[in-house]
């Protein structure tokens, strides 16, 4: 069983920056995509961007492209989601996940293994 737990969130104003974290349970954390998404009150779960096996190959959302930064630490378990200039759209309940398999990827289908969320709120 893997288990996913993010830290990081908070309470911040627009145009400071953040960086969330997900530590991975498991084994074999190296061999899957690892995804970052947010859910705000009332609407659908979207996703905010992926990083696959290889950690050269990234996808992020249009709305968070250029802002935010994915990486991961294979050797730690660990993902990151460097968040930069936020705004208040992006507050939101951020989750992690990981891939059914290593491509990166921005389908919620393809992620097997969710986390619990940290609460982003971004003050005006």
């Known amino acids: 069983q893997v288990q996913l737990v993010e830290s990081g969130g908070g309470l911040v104003q627009a145009g400071a920056s953040l960086t969330l974290s997900c530590v991975a349970s498991?084994?074999?954390?190296?061999?899957?995509?690892m995804g970052w998404f947010r859910q705000a009150p009332g609407k659908e779960r979207e996703f905010v961007a992926s990083?696959?096996?290889?950690?050269?190959?990234?996808l992020y959302a249009d709305s968070v492209k250029g802002r935010f930064t994915i990486s991961r630490d294979n050797a730690k378990n660990t993902m990151f989601l460097q968040m930069f200039s936020v705004k208040p759209e992006d507050t939101a309940v951020y989750l992690c996940?990981?891939?059914?398999?290593?491509?990166?990827?921005?389908?919620?289908?393809?992620?097997?293994?969710w986390g619990q969320g940290t609460q982003v709120t971004v003050s005006s």
């Open positions: 996940a990981r891939g059914r398999q290593g491509y990166d990827t921005s389908s919620l289908r393809d992620y097997d293994f």
């Open positions: 498991g084994r074999s954390f190296s061999n899957y995509a």
């Open positions: 990083i696959g096996y290889s950690v050269h190959n990234t």
